[in-house]
């Protein structure tokens, strides 16, 4: 069965930095685009950064370039989104998915609170 776990959500101070895993099982990982993916209280699910094969080019929203890095290790079948100098407003619900195969993890909360 193919899924997507994500882990690593926590409550964390403005300023502070925070690492979400994305663990795939029961599909070739390594063979598909991972993106992640946000959804804050009220909002529409946000997109946030995607890395593709086969050379692992990447794409970030506006709201993120620059703060967010999305990374993975295909031997691992994990992908990383690394968040740095988090605000209030990076506070969410965080999802990554494999959008070919319209898989989506069960979603990771980052509360940004001092």
């Known amino acids: 069965q193919e899924r997507l776990v994500e882990s690593g959500g926590t409550l964390v101070q403005p300023g502070g930095s925070l690492r979400l895993s994305c663990t795939g099982s029961g599909f070739s990982f390594g063979m598909y685009s991972i993106a992640w993916y946000r959804q804050r209280p009220g909002k529409a699910r946000e997109f946030v950064a995607r890395m593709s094969p086969p050379y692992y080019n990447t794409q970030y929203g506006n709201s993120v370039a620059g703060r967010f890095t999305i990374s993975r290790d295909d031997d691992r079948n994990t992908a990383y989104l690394q968040m740095n100098d988090l605000q209030p407003k990076d506070a969410a619900v965080y999802y990554c998915?494999?959008?070919?195969?319209?898989?989506w993890g069960q979603g990771t909360p980052v509360t940004v609170s001092s």
């Open positions: 998915t494999a959008p070919s195969l319209d898989l």
